[in-house]
């Protein structure tokens, strides 16, 4: 929906895994602006699991929903007669989170008589790090989070193409899972990165899978099963002491950062691309900063990050994506419009 000239009020609902956000978003002559971004994190419930639980995640997010587009919209200064677009996620993610967040972007719509853009969450974390500065078209892509390590390249907005990807574990997904393991708790990309400040990344040489292949694809399961039989070679997860565990931590981190970096600029390379973005929840972390802005800017590389709070889930980049898609108007094709759906394994 490019209108310039044109005031637009976007309201973005996000809630594909355990994080219900809304957001408001202000579109005029002077650009994007970001009004209000809500995100309410559910965290503290799915750490006690070690992990998402989705039944649980939807029943939050159904608390989370009505409080959140409550408080987005008085952050904002606006009410619902001043949206004139809104914005919803309708997948990847767990089917009955997507629902709740979509259902009631789609409601509202429907009520409202106010044009839905249905998002991808992907390229939503795809274009996160240009809410804050001036796009830069081309660019090579790379998407870290809990489900996602993708390599894509991005002519325009809607020129998206999978060039690269795990084929097995995501990179969040190894951290969370080492974390678990040496008994931190759930979501452990934080906690690695945490204890890794205070670790020797030297400590321990952890492999580098699939480093050489050809292709632009990724492996961390490798990785995974090396730092575990590492720690039970130690003695096991309660025989780790929390210097040990700094250690683990950094080396782990590095051997991650390493082969995101290696991976992506050999992406740049092949496609004679000369801008990186880096987003979703694993971009937070600050070792995996520090190697793509030192080592991008002496390989002549312009790198784009989100900022921390906006690397992990949140509506604010789902708005964002939304102004630049074709949405859908509620009373112009009713059949069409009340069959539009969330869609829980959404490929880009
Ligand atoms: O994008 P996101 O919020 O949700 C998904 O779409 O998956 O990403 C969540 C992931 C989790 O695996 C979490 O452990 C990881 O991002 N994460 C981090 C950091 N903060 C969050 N990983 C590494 N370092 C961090 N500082
Ligand atoms: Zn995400």
Redesign the pocket.
């Known amino acids: 929906m490019e209108e310039s000239g044109i005031r637009i009020i976007n309201l973005a609902f996000e809630s594909?895994?355990?994080?219900f956000s809304c957001a408001v978003l202000l579109r005029d002559a002077n650009g994007i602006k970001i009004l209000s971004n809500i995100i309410y994190s559910q965290d503290y419930i799915h750490g006690i699991y070690g992990g998402v639980v989705p039944e649980l995640a939807s029943r939050n997010h159904i608390k989370a929903s009505l409080p959140s587009l409550r408080i987005a919209l008085s952050e904002a200064g606006v009410t619902l007669k001043d949206v004139n677009l809104i914005s919803a996620t309708a997948g990847p993610?767990l089917i009955g989170s997507l629902l709740i967040g979509f259902m009631e972007a789609k409601t509202l719509s429907y009520a409202l008589n106010i044009p839905l853009a249905r998002v991808n969450?992907?390229e939503g974390?795809i274009f996160s790090p240009f809410m804050e500065t001036e796009e830069s078209f081309p660019f090579i892509a790379l998407?870290?989070?809990?489900?996602?390590t993708h390599i894509y390249l991005v002519k325009s907005h809607d020129s998206i193409r999978l060039l690269g990807r795990t084929r097995d574990d995501?990179?969040?997904?190894l951290?969370?899972k080492i974390?678990n393991y040496l008994g931190f708790g759930?979501?452990?990309?934080?906690?690695?990165?945490?204890l890794a400040e205070k670790g020797d990344k030297d400590a321990f040489k952890f492999p580098l899978p699939m480093m050489h292949s050809k292709d632009l694809d990724m492996s961390f399961s490798g990785l995974k099963t090396a730092v575990v039989s590492t720690i039970d070679n130690l003695g096991g997860p309660d025989k780790i002491t929390e210097n040990i565990a700094c250690d683990i931590s950094a080396s782990l981190?590095e051997a991650?950062a390493e082969i995101l970096y290696k991976k992506t600029a050999a992406a740049c390379s092949v496609y004679g691309v000369k801008a990186i973005a880096v987003?979703?929840?694993?971009?937070?972390?600050?070792?995996?900063r520090s190697i793509f802005k030192h080592r991008g800017k002496n390989d002549n590389f312009n790198i784009f990050f989100p900022s921390?709070s906006n690397?992990?889930?949140?509506a604010a980049m789902i708005g964002y994506a939304g102004f630049f898609k074709t949405p859908a108007y509620p009373l112009e094709n009713m059949e069409k419009f009340l069959n539009i759906d969330a869609d829980p394994s959404w490929e880009l």
């Not at 690397?311 to 949140?314: E, G, Q, V």
Request: contains cysteine; proline residues 2%.
């Open positions: 594909s895994c355990d994080d993610g969450h992907i974390h998407v870290i989070s809990g489900g996602h995501a990179c969040g997904e951290f969370d974390s759930y979501p452990g990309g934080k906690i690695i990165d945490q981190r991650v987003s979703g929840g694993v971009s937070a972390n600050s070792r995996i921390v690397s992990t889930d949140n």
